[in-house]
């Protein structure tokens, strides 16, 4: 079975500091990773993902997460945070083979204070 | 772009009334799929469906069901709504193939049974 580990619910930090959000997944098989963003009042988006190469995967606003297969982690990180940034973040996993169905955690609410 | 509607952002309900959530994509998604988001419990996996008239149970399907007659369009029916299922409910679509793997969100409906 897999699961998802997001240790943390809120993470309040200042505008332009740097933020690190944490994931860590167990699974008895390999994973596709993903991040997804909600802003307020409106759906999931997909951030980044974690498919294959490189372990390090960015988006177009500046997040970045590393893929570490031996600590089973995949943690978000952006060096200078906007208040536009202000939303809660999920991690999923996907398995490799079999059902197409995406487990989450529990996510984190990302603050960010002006 | 893909696009993934919901029919109504939000809905309020009486205990005992029969609930139905519509949603529709319109990118020839094989996989669709209906969660529920809950404060601290992240997105949890209700019904997934990989194709028409197929539907598979996920995570919490009790007091669920669903229905898939066209490729494009997937329900989520509350037979008998009760006040523990006052919740945000999310739509998603996949494709089943090599690639992304990414699900497309609608932008939810937030469900309350009184």
């Known amino acids: 079975a897999q699961s998802v580990t997001q240790l943390d619910s809120q993470v309040p930090v200042f505008e332009e500091a740097p933020v690190e959000l944490r994931c860590n997944y167990s699974?008895?098989?390999?994973?596709?990773l993903f991040w997804y963003v909600q802003y307020p009042n409106q759906g999931l988006q997909l951030l980044l993902k974690?498919?294959?190469?490189?372990?390090l995967v960015e988006s177009i606003n500046g997040f970045e997460a590393e893929f570490n297969k031996s600590q089973t982690s995949f943690h978000l990180r952006k060096p200078s945070v906007h208040i536009s940034d202000t939303a809660e973040y999920f991690c999923?996993?996907?398995?490799?083979?079999?059902?197409?169905?995406?487990?989450f955690g529990t996510g984190t609410r990302l603050t960010v204070i002006p | 772009d893909v696009k993934v509607t919901q029919s109504s952002r939000y809905l309020v309900k009486r205990t005992g009334e029969k609930v139905f959530l519509e949603c529709v994509q319109d990118?020839?998604?094989?996989?669709m799929f209906w969660y529920r988001q809950d404060p601290g419990l992240g997105l949890r996996l209700i019904y997934f469906s990989y194709d028409v008239k197929m539907k598979e149970k996920g995570d919490i399907p009790e007091g669920y069901s669903v229905s898939r007659e066209k490729k494009e369009r997937f329900s989520l029916i509350l037979e008998s709504a009760s006040t523990n299922q006052t919740s945000m409910y999310l739509c998603?679509?996949?494709?089943?193939?090599?690639?992304?793997?990414?699900?497309?969100f609608g932008p939810g409906t937030r469900l309350t049974v009184t």
């Open positions: 990118m020839d998604h094989e996989n």
């Open positions: 699974s008895s098989v390999s994973v596709y």
């Open positions: 974690y498919l294959s190469g490189s372990t």
């Open positions: 999923a996993v996907l398995k490799r083979t079999g059902a197409n169905n995406l487990f």
């Open positions: 998603a679509s996949s494709l089943t193939s090599t690639g992304g793997y990414e699900q497309y």
